[in-house]
Nanobody
Framework: QVQLVESGGGLVQPGGSLSLSCAASGSIASINHMGWYRQAAGKQRELVAAVPRGGTPNYADSVKGRFTISRDNAKNTVYLQMNSLKPEDTAVYYC?????????????????WGQGTQVSVSS
């Protein structure tokens, strides 16, 4: 089985910073895509940032220059550093990881979601 555990998030004033992390665990054989999505109240889930293994990160236009995604392949962890936060960044943030793991019988691949963490930006 695979488990994704997110940490970070919370309440911050506009202009502040927060950092999120998401660690994947289990019998993981390989990880390809790692990314962060967010879902604000009453809105659809949207891509915030993503980074393929060995590739270049890509960002939503709304966060370019303010957010930075990074990954530590040795720790199976993806990070999101969020600076210059705005009220419109308020949402539940989810990590999404595309990976292959060993089920005990065979290898299985899929994309998995973290449990979500609330980020609130308000004065």
């Amino acid at each position: 089985q695979v488990q994704l555990v997110e940490s970070g998030g919370g309440l911050v004033q506009p202009g502040g910073s927060l950092s999120l992390s998401c660690a994947a665990s289990g019998s993981i054989a390989s990880i390809n895509h790692m990314g962060w999505y967010r879902q604000a109240a009453g809105k659809q889930r949207e891509l915030v940032a993503a980074v393929p293994r060995g590739g270049t990160p890509n960002y939503a236009d709304s966060v370019k220059g303010r957010f930075t995604i990074s990954r530590d392949n040795a720790k199976n962890t993806v990070y999101l550093q969020m600076n210059s936060l705005k009220p419109e960044d308020t949402a539940v943030y989810y990590c999404n990881v595309a990976l292959t793991y060993f089920s005990g019988i065979t290898y299985k691949s899929g994309a998995y979601w973290g449990q979500g963490t609330q980020v609130s930006v308000s004065s």
